[in-house]
């Protein structure tokens, strides 16, 4: 009997055994169930495509929750010495390698404000982390990611106050001539400089309104950060142009920030002159009056790194080509930085707030106190003061009395003293706002003094003697200086009077001098201390032509004694025992030595771009009607050297035959 196999799994109808039904809301699987879903709303199995490219999402596509979770765990371990998350965080703000990708924006967003929200915990532990993130390029990112960054930056400093000072010399560095948070990226948009400018602006000014004290922190660093006077001119306008901008929003460093550029402005200036007197005279005039005018447009210069000098080959210059090339770069870089601040004081001294007036006013003097004057041979910044003194009659008086003061105070050192006696003189003499009464007034109060020194000093006076009564002499040239250009205020009655034509009417008659003014020159020229043998010859030259052809006072009796006097008798007649040739000229160099400076700060200004601030506010040296009708004035281009070379060969015939 065959016995019938059945199929396995499957049992005979008659052998179905039917368990007892339970209740239940689950409905019965049925066979056909497996094979397709039993409605539409049913997920089924995925199958996937091969052609079909399948990602897999970096760690740095993490939500904002999951990273700001990632990041407080990584700081958490970095404390416990484990730093695998910890190094990942600076991977994502440090300098992307070459091979590398770029962590996206929206990365670079989210770990900031996981930083943002974890600034407690970024102790001195974390001080690499938060040196690569001040170095990253948030400036030059969206303005969106840019608030957020000053955000972290201001709630990290309050936090941690020992990031201040490196996250002010990061926002001090991004307004420089080339700041590092422009074009580190090749996938970010370039932002033009003026606006990185304006983001880094925007930010230390955030800062110091929640820390008031990182002021002085501030200024550290903005004067070590101040460009070398070899820097390029850019440079300096540059970080002049935004040093500026912080006094607008931080006034409380206004003072300090305008002393800090004119102290090195005044190193500027010196620097130029120093190589000016090593120059060829016909060289230098040349590399001072033809120096380009530079560009006016201060937005094309901030945001075109090409506006620099013209960097010429200097592999085919010489030694002497080169030197002027980078003279004539300093004289411009100069003009720029004094055009801005001329522009910035005149918005100062002319705005409607008599308080901001008397500010500005009141800086400009504090500086001459205290770096301009105790400079020697400044040349061009004094004419910042020049300028807006002569704004108000009132100020005029102040810088005045400020130099009498200073002149006559005998408790001050020679040196201040002889310098506040030439920036008086040359003041009083070029300043065309100078009323003739303020002439009238400085003459008597040089007469008052003068009359001091030579009762105290005529009595034991033996004769000249420089090193003994150099004050006494430099008044005396200041004196003759200013009647050499102000001589028609010393006049009795006005100055319309005396015009060119009539000069000649009244040449051979008595002037009508005022008071006292022939009894000075009189009591001083020939007095014991003969001021005349030391005052500086071009001076006294010029002097005695003037009152002689007006009839003042005749010396030229006395030049001609004063021929036969050696101001380096003190020597001893050992150092002339030897009628050698190094002798006699040792001697002469000797003699030369014992004469006065010829410095007046406020002689002709020829600095193309900011001579204009002083036009009209500068005396011209006019010649004499009738005695000088051959010589045209000091502004023209060659009247300078004519007279410069008139006195010289005047001075050198005189020595030549002692």
Not at 577 to 599: M, V
Request: proline share 5%.
């Amino acid at each position: 009997m065959t016995t019938a196999t059945m199929p396995v799994g499957i049992a005979p109808a008659s052998a179905t055994i039917h368990p007892p039904r339970k209740s239940t809301l689950v409905r019965k699987r049925e066979d056909h169930d497996m094979l397709a879903p039993s409605s539409p709303t049913k997920r089924s199995k995925v199958s996937f495509d091969s052609d079909v490219e399948v990602q897999v999402l970096e760690e740095w596509e993490k939500s904002p929750a999951v990273v700001q979770e990632g990041v407080r765990r990584a700081l958490l371990k970095h404390a416990t010495g484990d730093n695998t998350g910890y190094d990942q965080i600076k991977t994502v703000y440090a300098p992307v390698k070459d091979g590398q990708d770029e962590p996206s924006p929206a990365t670079v967003r989210n770990h900031t404000a996981a930083l943002l929200s974890n600034v407690s915990t970024l102790n001195k532990s974390c001080a690499d982390l938060v040196q690569v993130a001040l170095s990253s390029d948030w400036l030059g990112r969206s303005e969106e990611y840019v608030h957020l960054f000053t955000q972290f930056l201001a709630n990290l400093v309050s936090a941690q106050a020992l990031y201040l000072p490196d996250v002010l010399r990061m926002l001090v560095e991004n307004i420089t001539s080339a700041p590092p948070s422009q074009n580190q990226s090749e996938t970010l948009a370039d932002v033009p400089r003026s606006q990185l400018y304006i983001r880094a602006h925007r930010t230390i000014q955030c800062l110091l309104q929640i820390i008031p004290s990182s002021c002085r922190v501030l200024l550290s660093i903005l004067t070590t950060l101040f460009p070398h006077q070899s820097d390029s001119r850019r440079a300096h306008i540059v970080y002049t142009h935004n040093l500026l901008r912080i006094t607008e929003y931080a006034p409380v460093l206004q003072a300090d920030i305008l002393r800090l550029l004119t102290e090195r402005l005044v190193k500027i200036d010196l620097q130029v002159q120093e190589d000016l007197e090593d120059l060829a005279e016909e060289i230098e005039d040349g590399v001072v009056q033809h120096v380009p005018q530079a560009r006016s447009d201060m937005d094309r210069i901030l945001d075109d790194p090409e506006d620099s000098e013209d960097e010429s080959d200097i592999d085919d210059m010489d030694e002497d080509t080169l030197r002027t090339q980078t003279i004539a770069k300093n004289v411009e870089k100069m003009d720029c930085i004094l055009d801005m601040l001329f522009t910035y004081y005149d918005q100062k001294i002319s705005a409607p707030l008599r308080s901001t007036q008397v500010g500005a006013l009141d800086i400009l003097l504090g500086q001459f106190q205290t770096i301009i004057l105790p400079t020697h041979r400044s040349r061009h910044t004094q004419f910042l003061l020049f300028h807006f003194v002569q704004q108000s009659p009132a100020h005029v008086d102040v810088f005045v009395g400020m130099c009498a003061q200073t002149s006559f105070d005998k408790r001050r050192p020679d040196m201040l003293r002889q310098a506040a006696a030439a920036y008086l003189a040359s003041f009083v003499a070029r300043g065309m706002h100078v009323s003739s009464d303020i002439v009238r007034e400085v003459w008597d109060y040089l007469n008052a003094e003068l009359k001091k020194h030579v009762q105290e000093y005529e009595s034991a006076c033996r004769g000249p003697n420089l090193q003994r009564y150099s004050t006494y002499y430099m008044l005396v040239q200041a004196l003759l200086y200013i009647f050499c250009f102000r001589w028609r205020d010393l006049e009795l009655g006005p100055d319309e009077d005396y015009d060119g034509e009539e000069l000649s009417t009244f040449y051979g008659e008595d002037r009508r001098w005022r008071p006292g003014v022939k009894e000075t020159l009189q009591l001083n020229i020939f007095s014991k201390l003969n001021p005349l043998k030391v005052c500086s010859p071009g001076i006294v030259t010029e002097f005695a032509r003037i009152a002689h052809h007006l009839h003042v006072i005749y010396v030229y009796h006395l030049l001609e004694t004063n021929k036969r006097i050696r101001l380096s008798h003190h020597l001893g007649p050992s150092n002339y025992s030897q009628l050698n040739r190094e002798t006699a000229l040792t001697a002469r160099l000797e003699e030369e030595n014992q004469h006065l400076d010829e410095y007046f700060p406020f002689d002709p200004y020829y600095l193309p771009k900011s001579k204009r601030w002083i036009e009209g506010d500068y005396r011209e040296w006019a010649g004499i009607p009738g005695l000088d009708e051959d010589k045209a004035t000091d502004s023209d281009s060659g009247e300078g050297e004519a007279e410069d070379s008139d006195v010289d060969e005047g001075t050198g015939t005189e020595e030549s035959n002692e």
